[in-house]
């Protein structure tokens, strides 16, 4: 097989590669495994669908938010305070199917809770029109506690339908007060993601049609 590929002409041997390549990205797209890509990484899943039983987290934010009662503990790092949030909105997929689920994955750098007590608090709420009275409140659906450098919260999106349209959510991260001022724990905010067969996430809001 060596000596044939070596005596056939150039032009007709790149027919060859070609064709092998091209039938190899064929069998590829047809069970929905291609990913372009020029580093040759073949075989990987997408990122999301509706199809996928346990997709790889989805990117929603990145960055460096210093949370905690020591200004300057982290120099690159923006300081916040004692606490934060961040907006997100959520968006189902056109064609999901089964069940709406949804967990946020928060990862932090240097979370050490003093004393032994809890983690610094997650709560993440929903805002949507009240429909009695058409104002705009709060809903929590789902909370928690920072363990350590990547901690899920899970999100209850179990009453959303389909035609609801976009859902707005907002993150909350608050130090954990029972310590003593002086001693709360600082830490680094470092990213959030998204791991959902049913929905997708972006960041901000979307101003009401």
Request: with cysteine; glycine share 12%; proline share 9%.
């Amino acid at each position: 097989m060596v000596w044939l590929l070596l005596s056939c002409p150039r032009a007709i041997l790149i027919q060859i590669v070609l064709a092998i390549d091209t039938s190899r990205i064929q069998y590829l797209v047809e069970r929905g495994k291609f990913r372009s890509s020029l580093a040759g990484n073949w075989g990987s899943e997408p990122q999301k669908g509706a199809q996928m039983d346990d997709p790889a987290p989805e990117l929603v934010w990145q960055g460096r938010l210093h949370l905690g009662d020591g200004p300057g503990v982290y120099g690159d790092a923006t300081y916040v305070g004692l606490g934060g949030e961040l907006p997100l909105t959520l968006r189902r997929f056109p064609d999901a199917a089964g069940p709406p689920s949804a967990t946020l994955l928060v990862e932090t750098e240097g979370l050490q809770p003093r004393g032994g007590l809890p983690g610094p608090t997650i709560r993440v709420v929903r805002f949507g029109p009240d429909g009695a009275t058409g104002r705009w409140q709060e809903r929590v659906l789902g909370e928690g506690r920072l363990t350590g450098q990547a901690t899920t919260v899970a999100v209850d999106v179990s009453n959303e339908r389909p035609d609801d349209g976009p859902l707005p959510l907002g993150l909350r991260l608050r130090v954990n007060a029972e310590a003593p001022p002086g001693l709360y724990a600082d830490f680094v905010l470092v990213a959030l993601r998204l791991r959902s067969v049913t929905h997708y996430a972006s960041l901000g809001f979307q101003a009401p049609a």
